[in-house]
């Protein structure tokens, strides 16, 4: 369980937390095993006392880390399980430019059977991912220290969140990606310049609008692949 935290001299519990990441569960129809949610909870608690010294992300206040965090990687959990149920196997992700690990940490733990890598040219953040799958017992969730270029093994969805433009991450990440893999690039408003950007060996085969319960904004997944 998570202890308590402050937001602006104000005092925010573990149980408002609880009580907001499940209500956003709710909205959202994700179900989520009792487990799954103390995970998330002491995810949060592990961002907020690492954030003090590693500058993990510029949101310092808890409500807003889960909702601008946790929430907005949630909302894509659905999606990705869509896909997921296409695959064969022990699907394989690679979360690129994760930093404390969003979207990965998230979908590690809604998605026991998928094995995460959290990659990040910043080694302070890939040795906290490495904590938080220590402190949780996610045995699927490694965090790698290198760029993404340095990167040779392949994966069956590469992610990121905030990431670069659509043409700069699929370039960097490219040698990742299986021959039937994809991209699930997340960003706020539908990207249409991103998009006509990217080059003729890239195709965009959907965009998916994302809500995300307590936070007015727009939030949008492109899905991509390579053109055979």
Not at 43 to 71: F, I, S
Not at 132 to 159: I, K, P, T
Request: glycine content about 8%; some cysteine; charged content about 20%.
């Amino acid at each position: 369980m998570t202890s308590p935290v402050s937001r602006n001299g104000a005092v925010v519990s573990a149980s408002q937390l609880d009580a907001r990441l499940r209500a956003g569960l709710d909205a959202m129809g994700l179900s989520l095993e009792e487990e799954g949610v103390e995970r998330l909870l002491a995810y949060l608690d592990l961002m907020g006392k690492w954030n003090r010294v590693y500058n993990l992300t510029a949101v310092r206040d808890p409500l807003e880390m889960l909702t601008h965090h946790v929430l907005d990687s949630l909302s894509a959990v659905q999606p990705l399980r869509r896909h997921l149920g296409q695959t064969q196997g022990q699907p394989q992700l690679l979360d690129v430019g994760s930093g404390g690990g969003l979207p990965g940490v998230v979908f590690a733990v809604c998605q026991p059977d998928l094995r995460v890598d959290c990659v990040d040219a910043v080694g302070k953040k890939a040795a906290f991912v490495q904590q938080v799958a220590s402190a949780l017992q996610l045995r699927n969730l490694r965090g790698l220290h290198a760029r993404v270029e340095q990167v040779r093994e392949v994966y069956d969805v590469v992610s990121s969140r905030a990431f670069a433009s659509l043409a700069d991450f699929t370039a960097w990440s490219q040698q990742t990606v299986a021959p039937q893999g994809v991209w699930l690039a997340m960003k706020g408003r539908r990207p249409d310049e991103e998009m006509a950007a990217l080059p003729s060996t890239v195709e965009v085969f959907h965009v998916e609008p994302l809500q995300v319960p307590q936070l007015d904004a727009e939030r949008c997944i492109v899905w991509m692949r390579k053109k055979s």
